[in-house]
């Protein structure tokens, strides 16, 4: 990122880099998180609604909004009170407290496959505990996931989210490694397969049913593309696991709370057996989930499937993911109501400026959450992602920031309740510019 582009917006961030140059003497990439080594790297000084400010004082309107989870935007009162509230009654206490049972019970209310639920501090090691109690409960070993889909970052499960798409006939797909250091052997059980592809998922399902525990999937494909998917697609991946004793596992780390109260699984109507959910589900506190069918979560419960957490339901977690529950289930979730309509306002605008300009830019997904790419060719699937212009998302996301418009680096925009309809026409204003300015 330029320190001063004179020609774009005028972005003065020499504070933020003089912290990452500091941060960088004791904090591997000066960054938390891999995720971060990709975006610009900013440090920010407060966040409040949907702005964040920096460091050197810019104010950006954020879509990144953490990556996800800030639903009621940064530092929501309903929330900030709850978890001030309940501090006094101590943070942890390796057993049980009240609210655990409080904050399950309105999961279960407003996810209708969820009857039982445990809860945990991040999407990835619920993830975990899905693939294990499936397993358990299948005896079987196998995992199918798909190409483009993330379900963390642990060595089982981190293979074939990006990087070359496979020939067209290999079935599974030869699986890609994506970090160095990790296990080939930990995602031997796994089968990489096409998603969006019924006759894939169909052939190899039936040749291979007596292997396969679970099928693990993002009901929209919001790590790659924002590629929703086609129509009967995740009906036919119920019926599929239904017919050969599979476990259907949703991963709404992303979905969930975020594009209905009851995730995608709402919208698409489709009930899995299991579900993940986290980001959204604490609005920027760690909080996730696994919940799903009483009969394979009760494993749990027989202490034979084992899944542990020091932190798990810590008090100020709980206490977040309730007040935000209670949030955005009020008045007949009127929330979703809102963000969504200024969600689709601001897709179409998008698309709009873009046709006007002449710049083949894509998008798709859902008002909450939906992804810009650029592209001439149509993106329905991994193989056609592969292939947007990745250089040109990279400018168009570095222009907005020019601009004071925070995507996150990768494209995907996020909408909260604190986004109003000035926000977006600023935005749209932005989007134009900042197309303009690739045109050139
Ligand atoms: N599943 C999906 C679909 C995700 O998008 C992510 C994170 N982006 C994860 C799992 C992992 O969640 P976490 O970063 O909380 O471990």
Request: hydrophobic share 40%; aromatic share 6%; net charge positive.
């Amino acid at each position: 990122m330029s320190t001063r582009n004179e020609h774009v917006g005028g972005l003065d961030t020499s504070r933020s880099q003089h912290y990452h140059e500091l941060a960088r003497t004791r904090i591997p990439g000066g960054v938390n998180s891999n995720v971060r080594l990709s975006a610009s790297p900013i440090c920010f000084a407060s966040g409040k609604g949907a702005r964040l400010i920096d460091v050197d004082g810019n104010v950006y309107l954020d879509y990144a909004l953490g990556m996800g989870p800030n639903i009621l935007g940064h530092a929501p009162a309903p929330v900030l009170d709850e978890v001030a509230r309940t501090l006094s009654m101590g943070q942890l206490f390796a057993g049980q407290h009240e609210l655990e049972l409080k904050l399950a019970d309105k999961l279960c209310s407003c996810v209708r496959s969820a009857q039982l639920v445990r809860f945990g501090l991040s999407g990835s090691e619920m993830v975990q505990a899905a693939i294990r109690v499936a397993r358990a409960f299948t005896g079987r070993r196998e995992v199918i996931k798909f190409e483009g889909h993330y379900h963390g970052w642990f060595d089982n499960i981190l293979v074939n989210v990006s990087g070359p798409a496979a020939p067209r006939a290999t079935l599974p797909r030869a699986r890609h490694l994506q970090s160095a250091g990790q296990s080939p052997h930990a995602s031997e059980d796994v089968a990489v397969l096409p998603w969006n592809d019924f006759e894939a998922i169909e052939r190899y399902v039936s040749a291979n049913a007596g292997k396969v525990a679970a099928i693990l999937t993002e009901p929209v494909m919001l790590n790659t593309g924002g590629i929703l998917p086609k129509d009967g697609y995740l009906q036919h991946l119920r019926r599929l696991a239904t017919a050969h004793g599979v476990v259907l596992i949703f991963d709404e780390v992303i979905t969930g709370f975020r594009v209905a109260l009851g995730g995608a699984q709402e919208i698409f109507g489709v009930q899995p057996d299991l579900s993940v959910f986290a980001k959204a589900l604490g609005a920027g506190f760690p909080v996730s989930a696994l919940a799903g069918r009483r009969d394979i979560m009760e494993l749990f419960a027989s202490g034979r499937v084992n899944h542990s957490g020091t932190h798990n339901a810590n008090v100020p977690s709980v206490s977040a993911a309730l007040a935000t529950l209670h949030e955005l289930s009020a008045a007949g979730h009127a929330a979703y109501g809102r963000m969504n309509a200024l969600g689709q306002v601001l897709m179409d605008g998008i698309a709009k400026t873009a046709k006007r300009l002449r710049v083949g830019l894509q998008i798709s997904g859902l008002p909450a959450a939906f992804h810009t790419c650029f592209a001439s060719h149509p993106i329905h699937d991994y193989t056609s992602y592969m292939r947007a212009d990745t250089r040109h998302l990279s400018a168009f996301m570095l222009a907005l920031l020019e601009y004071r418009v925070r995507p996150t680096s990768r494209g995907t925009w996020f909408l909260s309740t604190a986004h109003t309809e000035g926000d977006i026409e600023t935005t749209l204003d932005a989007v134009g510019r900042a197309l303009q300015h690739l045109n050139r």
